[in-house]
């Protein structure tokens, strides 16, 4: 069987993997991500830069089963990435409130002679929040490495009113689709 690699420095992708692949690398990407900044739709990118991820890993990784991936949060057709600083996760935070918005993680597997990527999309709702939950929730330093400005699996699921969809989508890896995506590719 061939070796699994998964191009994702994310320690919640890491180990949701755990529930998919017994055994796997994994080798981070450092592709650039800004190449997509102005692309059209944006509800593309993610599967488009988890597709640039594992062509990046795979190149280097003959006879292995390359896994890219890449989650963003999107509202009112904005994608929201990763907060630059305080101020930035304030304002993300403020734009969710009492929203919904979309999470989509894109999804890529690539061998030496197959390539197959998909994305998966799930809504959450946020509460309507205060200023003062907004600053309590930015304080405890969880926004600040998350698409969107929050962690569902953290202190950020104290926001959420509802989802509906996969929730593991939202933690950054759909766990039950890319599982059925890897048998089909393995058996390939």
């Not at 929201?80 to 993300?92: Q, V």
């Not at 918005?101 to 998966?120: K, N, Q, Y």
């Amino acid at each position: 069987m061939s070796q699994i690699i998964l191009a994702s420095a994310s320690p919640r992708r890491q180990e949701l993997m755990k529930l998919i692949a017994r055994s796997f690398l994994t080798i981070p990407a450092r592709c650039d991500e800004s190449v997509f900044k102005d692309h059209r739709p944006v509800c593309e990118i993610p599967e488009k830069l988890a597709l640039l991820k594992a062509q990046e890993i795979s190149a280097g990784n003959p006879g292995s089963i390359v896994i890219g991936c890449d989650t963003g949060v999107f509202i009112n057709d904005t994608m929201l990435g990763k907060p630059e600083n305080t101020a930035d996760s304030i304002n993300m935070l403020r734009m969710l409130s009492g929203t919904t918005h979309t999470v989509i993680t894109g999804c890529a597997l690539i061998s030496d002679t197959v390539t197959d990527s998909f994305s998966v999309r799930t809504q959450v709702t946020f509460y309507d929040l205060t200023d003062e939950e907004i600053s309590r929730y930015v304080k405890t330093g969880e926004p600040s490495d998350k698409a969107g400005g929050y962690g569902i699996q953290g202190y950020g699921s104290l926001l959420v009113r509802k989802i509906d969809g996969d929730y593991y989508n939202v933690v950054g890896l759909p766990v039950a689709q890319l599982s059925r995506h890897l048998s089909e590719f393995i058996m390939l």
